[in-house]
């Protein structure tokens, strides 16, 4: 079995698990269309842990989560220009109130499912 090697000092490299070392060894026979295109592996659910159990664990873990940082962090040069534009010319204006509203407009509905699952 290979070590695991540390994820500090990777960036984006870091949150993607070992695509390139499953995939891109020089052996390779798939091209990096095929790679991309593949279907993720589904996790298997056993009869001990129904489906809805999961569901439920992974709801609890995030809100856990959540609970003790509820932040994110995301990147958009024009956006930040608009949002520190509008925070100059606007008093009271409130970069973070004004982009996890925008934020939670458009997450309630391009994902409602999972959105409901965290609306208490």
Do not use: C, H
């Not at 698990?17 to 993720?40: A, G, H, Q, T, V």
């Not at 298997?44 to 809100?63: L, S």
């Not at 407009?105 to 699952?117: D, F, M, Q, R």
């Amino acid at each position: 079995m290979a070590k695991k090697k540390s994820s500090l000092g990777k960036g984006l490299d870091s949150l993607i698990p070992d695509i390139y070392d499953e995939n891109f060894s020089e052996d390779s026979s798939k091209s990096l269309e095929e790679i991309l295109n593949e279907k993720p592996k589904e996790k298997k659910v056993t009869k001990k842990t129904p489906a809805k159990k999961v569901k439920n664990n992974n709801v609890k873990e995030v809100q856990k989560m959540v609970e003790k940082n509820p932040r994110i962090t995301l990147w958009s040069a024009q956006s930040a220009a608009v949002f520190r534009y509008l925070r100059k010319t606007e008093p009271e204006f409130s970069i973070s109130k004004e982009a996890s509203k925008l934020i939670d407009e458009a997450v309630s509905k391009k994902y409602p499912e999972i959105w409901k699952l965290f609306d208490n």
